[in-house]
């Protein structure tokens, strides 16, 4: 069994849920090496998330931006934690509910994602930093 370790480095570009499965695959090429395994990412950030959904029609991406925004509203005058604008307690709620990190089989040197499945970046802040993804494969190799 073999283990592989590395951070990149993914621009959200702009608020939303932008497809990243195919940056993934280009910054992590070790995926290859593995015969099988598991991929495990972590976003490391409390105002971002990552998740597995949709990957061929973008109306999904812009449903679930809207959707978050309408349960998770940026008017609500109760939250006391908006020192970086009224985005910012409301993007923590979105990732606490969407969550940090996911994992993804290997088989035969490529991800094990289903058909329609494609890995999302979940940006929630207005203007969005660099995201850094930890990322963690364990498996048996070629």
């Known amino acids: 069994m073999s283990w592989t370790q590395t951070e990149i480095n993914?621009?959200?570009g702009k608020r939303g849920f932008s497809l990243i499965t195919k940056e993934i695959k280009e910054?992590?090429?070790e995926i290859k090496k593995y015969k099988i395994g598991i991929l495990h990412l972590f976003i490391k950030h409390t105002s971002a998330s990552i998740t597995i959904n949709e990957n061929y029609d973008p109306s999904v991406r812009n449903d679930l931006e809207t959707h978050f925004n309408h349960m998770v509203s940026e008017k609500e005058e109760y939250y006391t934690h908006t020192e970086e604008g009224t985005d910012d307690m409301t993007s923590h709620i979105k990732s606490t509910i969407i969550g940090n990190n996911i994992s993804i089989h290997i088989l035969n040197g490529k991800l094990n994602l289903g058909i329609w499945q494609g890995i999302y970046l979940c940006e929630h802040?207005?203007?969005?930093?660099?995201?850094?993804?930890?990322?963690?494969i364990h498996g048996e190799t070629y």
């Not at 802040?125 to 990322?135: Q, Y």
């Open 10 to 12: 993914i621009k959200a």
């Open 27 to 29: 910054k992590i090429p």
């Open 125 to 136: 802040r207005n203007n969005p930093p660099l995201r850094k993804i930890s990322a963690i």
